[in-house]
T-cell receptor, first 116, second 109 residues
Framework: KAGVTQTPRYLIKTRGQQVTLSCSPI?????VSWYQQTPGQGLQFLFE???????NKGNFPGRFSGRQFSNSRSEMNVSTLELGDSALYLC???????????????FGAGSRLTVL | GESVGLHLPTLSVQEGDNSIINCAYS??????FIWYKQESGKGPQFIID?????DKRQGQRVTVLLNKTVKHLSLQIAATQPGDSAVYFC????????FGAGTRLTVKP
């Protein structure tokens, strides 16, 4: 079955602009998580959505937001872009249902954002 | 706050040797751990996982060891191959999945 699909793969923005990234999870997965990856850093947790509700949020400013649609597809938005927002943004989905314990995250290839 | 960390940022091994990548975690409430491999230009890929009620789990050429007493996780790769060259991340789960900084494994032919 198809994996996690992220679009766009690459994009360039300038400071002050806003950006929206899209993620289509594996079919049947209702949990979607977003991570920011920068050079020299590990993956930093942004937020997780389950059944259209934000379940968890990492330590990022309010400029970073997200949402999940009824078909489990998710988007994240970054407003008022800063140079430091240049990163690889990774989306992952899992079969977590809220009833059982944690499940494996399956990652997409990421959206590489460059802010000039 | 508590975090997941890795002991070494880089590891270089000879092809055919065994590799051991270590990870320290500090959240004793974490109950699920995963190792991921990330190759250049790709997202992290699942390698192996282990739940806190186990101390060892084996896969194909890989073994994960969990020592809850000292909050230590390790990934052993047997007969390391050039295709194993990548960055390896450990991750712990306690309500959400948190990742360590990563170790770059380089396999010398």
């Amino acid at each position: 079955k198809a994996g996690v699909t992220q679009t766009p793969r690459y994009l360039i923005k300038t400071r002050g602009q806003q950006v929206t990234l899209s993620c289509s999870p594996i079919s049947g997965h209702r949990s979607v998580s977003w991570y920011q990856q920068t050079p020299g850093q590990g993956l930093q947790f942004l937020f997780e959505y389950f059944s259209e509700t934000q379940r968890n949020k990492g330590n990022f400013p309010g400029r970073f937001s997200g949402r999940q649609f009824s078909n489990s597809r998710s988007e994240m938005n970054v407003s008022t872009l800063e140079l430091g927002d240049s990163a690889l943004y990774l989306c992952a989905s899992s079969a977590w249902t809220g009833v059982t314990g944690a499940n494996v995250l399956t990652f997409g290839a990421g959206s590489r954002l460059t802010v000039l | 706050g508590e975090s997941v960390g890795l002991h070494l940022p880089t590891l270089s091994v000879q092809e055919g040797d065994n590799s051991i990548i270590n990870c320290a975690y500090s959240n004793s409430a974490s109950d699920y751990f995963i190792w991921y491999k990330q190759e250049s230009g790709k997202g992290p890929q699942f390698i192996i996982d282990i739940r806190s009620n186990m101390d060892k789990r084996q896969g194909q050429r890989v073994t994960v060891l969990l020592n809850k007493t000292v909050k230590h996780l390790s990934l052993q790769i047997a007969a390391t191959q050039p295709g194993d060259s990548a960055v390896y991340f450990c991750a712990e789960y306690n309500n959400d999945m948190r990742f360590g900084a990563g170790t770059r494994l380089t396999v010398k032919p």
